[in-house]
DNA sequence: GTTTTAAAAAGTGTCGACAATTATGGCGTT
DNA sequence: AACGCCATAATTGTCGACACTTTTTAAAAC
């Protein structure tokens, strides 16, 4: 499923299952963004012992989703537009050196694959109605395969594992369906091409570009809501 | 104490000892690379029940130090030349990013924090004696002076919190005094006045060539020993 | 002798209870 | 009425025991 992370494996253990029920619910603001975690009353919530549930926290934490001080408890992290232009920074780092390295080691095969997801991207936009997929699922499954296509694993963790978990939460929550879906993809064009010419320093640049195309994007809107 | 974590809070509970104690262990090799953790024998050893050791351990799957898999259980992760020169791609990525928001965002104070840090590395650079000093921990300050100062939550998370525990791991373990040290400290130098020149784009291209020196001199002593 | 199967041992996951710490609320004082 | 203090309640941290899985061992079949 697009949404599914690559690096997440099936979840086995009941604690397992119980994060990705809290991993959903805190994405989409079920449970309250800043809200505080109650561990009796999510471990009755969920049927489960407090052990279990702090298990499942625990792995929250690992992706920067909630945050715990000793002795005190954990709260959900604050969605705020700081944080958010934050971790555009930290992406347009990250993704960009991800790019660079996909465009030396991603396989001829990988990179069929990526021209045709994007051709099906270009027929759904087409349908017009489509325009919301390309956006949302389209746009990380883009981003996902470029990361995946470094094969670098420690990139691949940091972004799959932790830091899109936080970027699908802020999405969801202040609901960018930005209107730049057109020129996006046009710019993820570019992109694969720069990678199957094997030009590192090209695809770098230019996923940089794309990435702080989107930062300066939601800077713009701020700056006119003020 | 400059080997100590700028993100770590002061440990309070046995859990956050028991974290730091295993986290000096796998660092400097005592518990070994590779080696496989036996809950039982380790809550035995540190005289704590295994609840208290899997908190333990979950930090230590936080920072990327050991690896579980469900019903199976957890192994530290092992130092390969492969798994470093991949650090040193991400460090590139991310430290040249913070490097040019500690260029925007650097408070004057810490600009003359730095310099007079720098200043200092260099009185023990004089001594001779103290290179090794300069080398190991006074590196570290360095960079972790610069990622403090981008300013960036996110950046300083993952930086210090996580990917550098894994530095000092390979550093310990591959015994990397590399013969880099009076050039180190020209880069240094050089970097920190870009930051004071408030020049972004330069700082991070410095910080990056920093960086990509240490690893590809890296590279060229791997293939001088095959 | 090798492979398959089954039982036993060891290890991890989960549970409920107790201990230690922090938050709450009422009381008295200023 | 506002502030500080103490007792109580609630929450988090830790413990030991049990349930379920995986691994090991040994016997049985081929």
New interface residues.
């Given amino acids: 499923m697009a949404l599914d992370n690559p690096t997440t494996?099936a979840a086995?253990?009941t604690a397992?299952k119980v994060f990705e029920q809290m991993l959903h619910a805190i994405v989409n603001g079920t449970i309250k963004a800043g809200s505080k975690i109650s561990e009796p009353e999510l471990a009755k919530n969920y049927q489960i012992s407090r052990?279990t549930l702090?298990?499942a926290l625990?792995r929250l934490?690992?992706c920067?989703l909630i945050e715990r001080k000793?002795?005190v408890g954990s709260r959900v992290v604050e969605c705020s537009i700081a944080?958010l232009l934050?971790?555009y920074?930290?992406r347009?780092?990250?993704e960009?050196?991800a790019c660079r390295?996909a465009a030396m080691n991603m396989t001829e095969d990988e990179i069929i694959e990526m021209r045709a997801m994007l051709k099906q991207h270009a027929s759904a936009k087409a349908l017009r109605d489509g325009i919301s997929y390309y956006q949302e699922e389209g746009d990380l499954d883009f981003h996902y395969k470029v990361i995946l296509g470094s094969h670098?694993?420690?990139?691949i963790?940091?972004l799959c594992g932790q830091?899109y978990h936080l970027v699908r939460m802020y999405r969801c929550q202040f609901g960018m369906n930005s209107p730049r879906a057109t020129k996006a993809f046009d710019e993820h064009s570019r992109i694969i091409e720069a990678i199957a010419d094997r030009d590192g320093e090209l695809a770098e640049m230019l996923m940089r570009r794309h990435i702080a195309a989107s930062r300066q994007n939601i800077e713009k809107k701020i700056a006119l809501q003020q």
Avoid: F, P, Y
Avoid at 152 to 155: C, K, V
């Fill in positions: 494996q086995v253990t397992d052990s702090r298990e625990n934490e690992k920067h000793a002795n944080g934050e971790i920074v930290v347009e780092a990250l960009g050196m390295q670098n694993q420690q990139l963790n940091i830091l």
